[in-house]
């Protein structure tokens, strides 16, 4: 039985807990950032190719106590790495830290990191080359305030790189955070879905990839597979298992909108590279001149929050005629929001039913749950 830590956007470990069982995790522990659990290399070849929401799945592979940097190096200098990984890898160490007394952490980072080396020189008579960009091998240590551990991340790449994004920018809500705002909304996909602020997408690939059943990992490689302990059959028996086909809705109803032609031309382009370009409709309309697809359903949205409109003031006009336009045209919808914007529902004149304290990167939010209902819900 292997240790392993999933890590995710904080706000979304009880819900990974859950997908993390149901691939065969036992003993899953959420903490803050994410999930321990201990299992077999199925469960983690598993957790790689089908989790929709950690960022990553790390290997424990050592834990020991320090108090300052020579612990450090001595610790990582005790590992066999060579069970692990061959010379010829490229390696990278990160380093993070909960109330560690350690100073400076690239420092830390770089006695590990001399440590690993050390210990092939003086074993095999050469050492790993560093590559800090695309690394085979990433070495994580994690910090708290006396004890440590040693991980290899098994993902390689971020899970939340689904390997579908046209284009080369970074995305303001990441793949894995997507999944978990439509998980947490509660949508079924029976139910229309509309994000009528669509910008590149997101949302709505993440939402037709789960109704159709599709592995998210299944257009992209791992770091297992660059590690001494990597079983090939094993993989492969997972991959297949994954081919089999579930029963998808047959009449998928995902509609999208956004008055920016420039982020809705990046949006068509996902979703067709996603290959969800025939279950997700979308159109170029501003939010509110925007219909309603259907009598009911449910919205989900990221409002821009001082990005794409610009000032709080301009925030604080456009909110109020976002909630007017809810009241309007889509009575008997549950409506979601996402953002950092406290203000929202204030302004808005909407009371929320729900607010999910969620994070992005760093970036404290919520996802408040509005249901519109035909009359009045203004405070």
């Known amino acids: 039985m292997e240790h392993f830590f999933a890590s995710a956007p904080r706000g979304l470990e009880p819900l990974l807990a859950a997908e993390l069982t149901s691939l065969g995790a036992q003993n899953p522990a959420a903490v803050a950032g994410g999930v321990a659990f201990s299992g077999d290399w199925r469960v983690c070849y598993a957790a790689n190719l089908w989790s929709r929401l950690a960022s990553r799945v790390l290997w424990r592979v050592a834990e020991f106590n320090y108090t300052d940097e020579t612990d450090l190096h001595e610790a990582a200098r005790k590992v066999d790495w060579m069970r692990y990984f061959t010379v010829e890898r490229t390696l990278r160490v990160n380093v993070s830290a909960q109330k560690s007394p350690l100073t400076s952490l ?23 080359n560093i590559d800090r960009a695309n690394p085979d091998v990433r070495v994580h240590a994690f910090l708290e305030s006396a004890r440590g551990a040693f991980y290899l991340d098994t993902s390689g790449e971020p899970l939340f790189k689904r390997g579908w994004r046209a284009g080369a920018g ?20 029976d139910e229309p879905l509309l994000d009528p602020m669509c910008g590149g997408g997101t949302l709505l690939v993440e939402a037709a990839a ?19 302990v990597f079983e090939n059959s094993v993989w492969e028996s ?28 990046d949006g068509r382009r996902n979703v067709a590279a996603a290959g969800v370009d025939r279950w997700v409709k979308l159109e170029l309309v501003d ?20 990005e794409r409109i610009g000032s709080k003031e301009e925030l604080a006009e456009f909110y109020p005629k976002l909630g ?56």
């Open 170 to 189: 970074e995305a303001p809500l990441r793949e894995n955070l997507a999944a978990g705002i439509v998980m947490l909304s509660g949508w079924k996909p």
């Open 287 to 306: 939010i509110l001149d925007r219909p309603a697809p259907a009598a009911a359903g449910v919205m989900i949205a990221n409002p821009p929050y001082g």
């Open 238 to 265: 997972v991959k297949k298992d994954s081919l089999k086909p579930g029963n998808p809705p047959r009449n998928l109803q995902i509609f999208g909108s956004d008055n920016d032609p420039r982020v809705l031309g």
């Open 210 to 228: 789960m109704a159709r059943g599709r592995a998210p990992g299944a257009s992209r490689r791992f770091g297992f597979e660059k590690l001494k």
């Open 106 to 128: 690239d420092f830390a980072t770089l006695r590990i990191k001399d440590a690993v080396c050390d210990r092939f020189r003086e074993t095999v008579g050469s050492r790993p």
């Open 324 to 379: 007017s336009a809810l009241k309007k045209n889509y009575p008997g919808w549950r409506c979601h929001f996402f953002t950092a914007d406290m203000r929202l529902p204030k302004l808005m004149r909407l009371q929320p039913s729900r607010r999910v304290p969620l994070f992005n990167g760093a970036l404290e939010c919520r996802l408040f749950e509005i249901a519109i209902v035909a009359g009045s819900n203004r405070r």
